[in-house]
């Protein structure tokens, strides 16, 4: 981590902003470690605030030295089983990391990601049999890294550009959603949050209904369930829509501790029907639902039929997870790897199975009936 603390960084501003901000919104309690072989406590007297600007200014690869702990360990597995203990019922822990893997020289690769994965995936599975509304939120951001750059055999390269780090958040559902309503994302300073996934066992119901636009066609609602059901729905017979159908659900996702990008993705819904194709906006004016979730019937159908449409919001790992993840660890100049971490799908991974099971698969079911 030292190249991300290398003088007034980036790296420092994300920090700085989101504990600062977390203070100031959700807690009056806050704790700071380092964390390497060992977790390390930050003692001093001073106030919440006066407490994260020292450690931001302290900041640097002389403090972490000093800070004691064996820097040469990075077995994050370890790290997990560490924080998750220190993690109360009534706390949240923010996990800051590059989240880059280190066999060393002399490992199986392979085989040493696999054990993480599954070591990752045993000390969440432990931490959910003790409370079973934890969550983990995680935060891609990127920083200017200047300094040493070691690959998966410990080999140093210097090295001067964007580095991608992530903020892991965990504890119980309702305080991460706490943190993630009164600090959205939004509001993370340095380069901002570039991609975020979140995984829970909980299901949630939201806020839904059928709204008069956007469509094409026609329909109506029915008056004894005017939400949820529409009736006579018909393709549009003029103009340029003529031959298309579409209705929308306003839907409220704000109760949910899910960031935005996950949310308008079609890739993370299922459909009960593949008569439909599903599209998804945010309404360009605030109001009472935070996205319009589109339904377009496929064009080889003639008319809409009747269907009773399910449309669920899964519990899956975002593509993004392995688009990022460098596979091979050697080469930090070696085409787009700059940009990715190595191992860090095995990271999310086994997180995400800890979390996994066939019987609550999605964060929100929903259903529409159409005649």
């Known amino acids: 981590m030292f190249g991300y603390v290398n003088g007034l960084t980036e790296f420092e501003e994300s920090v700085y902003s989101y504990l600062s901000d977390i203070c100031l919104n959700c807690t009056d309690s806050l704790n700071l470690y380092y964390i390497n072989s060992r977790i390390v406590p930050l003692q001093n007297k001073l106030s919440n605030n006066a407490r994260i600007k020292d450690f931001i200014e302290r900041l640097s690869p002389n403090h972490f030295v000093s800070a004691g702990g064996s820097l040469g360990t990075t077995d994050i597995a370890e790290m997990m089983v560490s924080v998750l203990n220190k993690t109360d019922d009534d706390a949240v822990s923010v996990f800051i990391s590059d989240c880059i893997f280190s066999p060393g020289k002399g490992i199986n690769a392979s085989e040493y990601l696999v054990n993480q994965e599954i070591g990752v995936k045993v000390a969440f599975a432990d931490k959910l049999k003790d409370e079973s509304t934890f969550c983990v939120k995680a935060y891609r951001l990127n920083g200017k890294f200047n300094g040493k750059y070691y690959n998966r055999l410990d080999q140093p390269t210097n090295i001067s550009d964007i580095r991608p780090f992530y903020m892991i958040l965990m504890g119980r559902e309702d305080l991460i959603n706490v943190i993630s309503k009164k600090v959205p994302e939004e509001k993370i300073k340095g380069r901002g949050v570039e991609h975020s996934f979140t995984i829970s066992k909980s299901t949630h119901n939201v806020n839904y209904e059928v709204v008069a636009t956007p469509k094409m066609g026609t329909f109506k609602k029915c008056m004894k369930n005017p939400k949820f059901h529409i009736i006579d729905a018909k393709k549009a017979d003029k103009g340029k829509k ?61 008319q809409p039929g009747k269907c ?10 975002p593509s993004w997870i392995a688009q990022c993840t460098d596979e091979d660890g050697l080469n930090i100049h070696q085409g787009d790897a700059m940009t990715k971490t190595y191992g860090l799908k095995y990271l999310l991974e086994g997180i995400y199975e800890a979390f996994d099971c066939d019987d609550n698969s999605c964060f929100v079911g929903m259903k529409v009936f159409i005649n």
């Not at 439909?276 to 309404?283: E, K, N, Q, V």
């Not at 009773?308 to 790992?317: N, P, V, W």
């Open 242 to 302: 003529q031959g298309k159908f579409m209705f929308t659900l306003g839907v409220d996702f704000s109760g949910l501790p899910i960031a935005g990008d996950y949310l308008i993705h079609p890739e993370n819904y299922s459909l009960s029907s593949k008569d439909y194709t599903l599209s998804i906006s945010t309404p360009k004016e605030k109001g009472k639902y935070s996205h319009l979730l589109s339904f377009t019937l496929n064009k080889q159908i003639h």
């Open 308 to 317: 009773d449409l399910k449309i669920m919001l899964k519990k899956q790992l």
